[in-house]
């Protein structure tokens, strides 16, 4: 079993999403080289915040 990334077990979570929701998700995660549920747990605790197509192209300098 792999160590927890944030120090905690994680709980099972069910998401619906419209597939162009779930394709953004998939795009933006894929881009920051983290998971889906990586890219919300780091969203939930102020990590990151929305990450937009700009940020993702390298066009703004912030995340």
């Known amino acids: 079993m792999r ?3 944030h ?3 994680k ?7 419209s597939p162009e929701g779930l ?4 795009a933006k995660a ?3 080289g983290v998971s ?7 969203i939930a ?5 929305s990450v937009s197509e ?3 192209l390298g066009e703004c300098s912030t995340i």
Do not use: V
């Open 3 to 5: 160590k927890p990334l």
């Open 7 to 9: 120090g905690q077990r």
């Open 11 to 17: 709980k099972d979570l069910t998401l619906t999403l």
């Open 23 to 26: 394709e953004k998700l998939e």
């Open 30 to 32: 894929k881009a920051l």
């Open 36 to 42: 889906k549920s990586e890219l919300i747990e780091q």
């Open 45 to 49: 605790r102020d990590q990151i915040s």
């Open 54 to 56: 700009q940020q993702l």
